[in-house]
């Protein structure tokens, strides 16, 4: 998605859905110093054939995973991009932009045009056998997503019921659509984070120094950690128990009930 440039000046100052992993350390692409660089306008990021493809693609790939969703052709055409939103509670700090979102179905959508090969990154295709992907996904994906799905729920209101998809395409047909719900915990621990990072790298009226290349901003490793933090440092990642999985709320609760569609496999 292109930003304008109202948007740019918007997110130099902010921890983004795309920024964040860098930022917090859990990016393999670029250091939590290179990805402040680039959000702070320090170090310009040109683009390049990648980035551009997937500016053209996106409508295209979009409209693909729309028809992956058990929604009439009516609901997908309401499908819209809302352009950047900053988190109600903390909106100094953290700011997103969506692909799209489906308001009435309380739903977002993140899209991602990849080479076939970053295939090998995600853990494995959506499966039929879980109802719920999100630790099928690299780190900084799912933490975009978590992030998204954050912002968009405060915004819009009914936290609860949001769900996030990641369409993640990979050439030709081969169109994964992951299903992602609302992990409290994780993104607990990454606004906590994201609000250190901020305080002492990006505020205006703070210092705004450079982050370390190694930072984790759980305190810059000088002894707090968090679930991305260090290795050596982290504690476990969390996992959800099959309880936790059980309980968690039913994006198209209504329609479920009419058409069957409980079935989660009808989204592959």
């Known amino acids: 998605m292109s930003l304008t440039p109202e948007q740019k ?14 930022m917090l350390g859990r990016s393999q692409w670029e250091s939590p110093l290179e990805a402040w660089e680039y959000q702070t306008g320090r170090r310009e990021f040109a683009g390049n054939d990648d980035t551009e493809a997937g500016t053209v693609l996106e409508a295209g790939i979009g409209e693909l995973a729309l028809r992956k969703l058990p929604i009439d052709a009516e ?6 991009s809302p ?20 308001e009435s179905e309380c739903a977002g959508i993140q899209i991602k045009n990849h080479m076939p090969w970053a295939a090998r990154r995600y853990k494995d295709r959506p ?17 975009q997503c978590l992030l998204e799905l954050e912002v968009v729920s405060k ?22 659509v992951y299903w992602l719900r609302r992990d409290t915990r994780i993104i607990a621990s990454m ?49 959800m128990t099959a309880a936790e999985i059980e309980a968690a709320p039913d994006p198209f609760p209504a329609r479920d009930e009419e058409s069957g569609w409980g079935d989660h496999t009808r989204f592959f």
């Not at 609901?75 to 819209?80: G, L």
């Open 155 to 176: 915004v819009y209101g009914d936290a609860g019921r949001w769900v996030w998809f990641l369409a993640a395409f990979f050439g030709g047909s081969h169109l994964r």
């Open 9 to 22: 000046a918007i997110r130099s100052t902010r921890l983004t859905g795309s920024s964040i992993a860098g």
């Open 127 to 143: 499966r039929e056998d879980v109802r719920w992907h999100n630790h099928m996904l690299p780190d900084e994906k799912l933490m």
């Open 83 to 102: 352009g950047t939103l900053l988190h109600p509670d903390w909106p100094e700090v953290f700011a997103v932009t969506p692909d799209l979102i489906i």
């Open 75 to 80: 609901t997908a055409a309401t499908a819209v």
């Open 191 to 239: 606004l906590q984070a994201g609000r250190y990072f901020h305080r002492r790298h990006l505020d205006p009226a703070g210092p705004q120094e450079p982050p370390s290349p190694e930072c984790t901003c759980g305190g810059c490793g000088r002894g707090a950690s968090w679930w991305i933090g260090r290795e050596r440092l982290a504690p476990p990642r969390v996992k």
